[in-house]
């Protein structure tokens, strides 16, 4: 009996099943592909099981693994598996009174923004309570031409300052009551297609940070270079291995900041897929095949509810599936993966090259460690929440699923 069926009759489908193991050697191959003395933040949207957050806080190496979030829920995450509030950047465009409070008065002292009065509004909370905040201003710079799965910049966006809106309104940026700018934070794009359209698009983010820099004297104590590292989803398939990318960027982060390697700016980088994405299995259970019109309809216990809300609208299909306890066939039949939700929307994938599937067969979707459970419909319908099982070294570290509470008050 293999791992997956024992714990499929064990804890019943949909499972997620996460590796803490394959998290360790994510980070060590990101770490070494990466110049030496970068930062590492941990993107906790890719994932916020608090066991693989601490997982990664002690993964081990110089400076260690800190934690990038936005939102209260993350930070109470990232504070239950070890880091401290210091180990925290906040980011996003949406930042409210109540949860600046939350993070400044939990010990936050690091923050992303996106806009003037972003930045304002985080400047009149941290005076309230009689505090300097540090602030990156993120950057919404030119496209370029890289290959990537979601663009984050170059266009009209939510995120960021225009680049060229950046010389008028800095001296305003600089002076904001409260806060205190300490650097630039770039991130263009999200899951780059293949190594030199990564290596690009991270260069571009130094040699403008460098230009900001010198021409309009833009702090840079810290210069947080994005990320955009690669992995396969729902695919089988394995993480990228970035042979060229620790010596081309240190070739350019020498050329446009002399004394990077001493620190000045400290350098950081952001991850979450890279360093999650190949840890998580779902294990699903087939409810029942049918035909409609010359289609094929495989059925799961598991759909958008389950797995990453988006593949409703055709972002994510399709998907690959592989049989978890029997035979190998070379038979193939091609059909439309579905969930078991009242919505014609609950596609997981169209024209799916399948074995042969019968109602009671478990099948196993590789490559969702990131944007699994907390990405999906969680909630439409009001059907359970998927069981997360983490594992290390083959044996169980714990076994948890996500409840919803519903509280009444005036």
């Known amino acids: 009996m293999t791992r ?31 110049p030496a003395g970068l930062t590492i933040f941990y993107s906790l949207k890719a994932n916020p099981h608090p066991d693989i957050a601490r997982a990664l806080r002690e993964g081990g190496g110089e400076p260690p693994c800190r934690a990038e979030i936005c939102s209260v829920g993350e930070l109470a ?21 109540s949860e600046l409070i939350a993070a400044i008065v939990g010990g936050v002292r690091t923050f992303s923004v996106e806009s003037l009065t972003d930045l304002e509004r985080a400047g009149r909370i941290a005076l309230r309570f009689d505090t300097v905040i540090d602030c990156l201003l993120r950057i919404n710079n030119v496209s370029s031409s890289a ?11 939510q995120f960021g300052i225009d680049i060229e809106a950046l010389e008028v309104q800095l001296p305003k ?77 240190e070739r350019t982060l020498d050329e446009n900041f002399p004394h990077w390697r001493s620190g000045m700016p400290q350098i950081v980088c952001e991850s979450g897929r890279y360093l999650v994405g190949d ?52 038979d193939r039949q091609v059909a439309t993966l579905v969930g078991p939700l009242c919505t014609p929307t609950d596609i ?4 799916v090259q399948l074995y042969p599937l019968k109602p009671g067969d478990t099948i196993t979707v590789p490559n969702v460690g990131a944007y699994g459970a907390t990405a999906s419909l969680l909630l439409f319908l009001s059907r359970p929440a998927p069981r997360e099982i983490v594992v290390r070294g083959g044996e169980i570290v714990t076994v948890s699923q996500l409840e919803v509470r519903r509280t009444y008050g005036m």
């Open 173 to 249: 940026l600089r002076t904001v009551p409260g806060t205190r700018l300490i650097g630039a934070h770039f991130y263009s794009l999200s899951n780059a297609h293949d190594e030199p359209s990564l290596i690009s698009e991270l260069q571009q983010s130094v040699t403008t940070a460098a230009r900001l820099h010198a021409e309009l004297g833009l702090p840079m104590q810290i210069l947080d270079i994005g990320g955009g590292f690669g992995a396969p989803y729902a695919v089988p398939g394995n993480r990228p291995a970035y042979d060229k990318l620790r010596v081309e960027l």
């Open 348 to 351: 997981l994938g169209r024209n």
């Open 77 to 97: 995450v990232a504070l239950e598996a070890g880091f401290a509030p210091d180990d925290c950047l906040y980011t996003g465009p949406g930042k409210t009174d």
């Open 4 to 34: 997956n069926r024992e714990l499929a009759d064990r804890f019943g489908t949909p499972l997620y099943v996460y590796d803490l193991d394959r998290v360790a050697a994510s980070y060590r191959d990101l770490r070494n592909s990466l």
């Open 279 to 330: 840890c998580g299995e779902l294990i699903s259970s087939v409810t029942n095949v049918k035909e409609s019109r010359g289609h094929r309809f495989v059925i799961l216990d598991a759909g958008i509810n389950t797995l990453g809300g988006m593949s409703g609208l055709g972002r994510l299909m399709p998907v690959a599936v592989k049989p978890v306890d029997r035979w190998v066939s070379a």
């Open 147 to 157: 290959a990537a799965s979601i663009r984050m910049t170059g266009t009209h966006s």
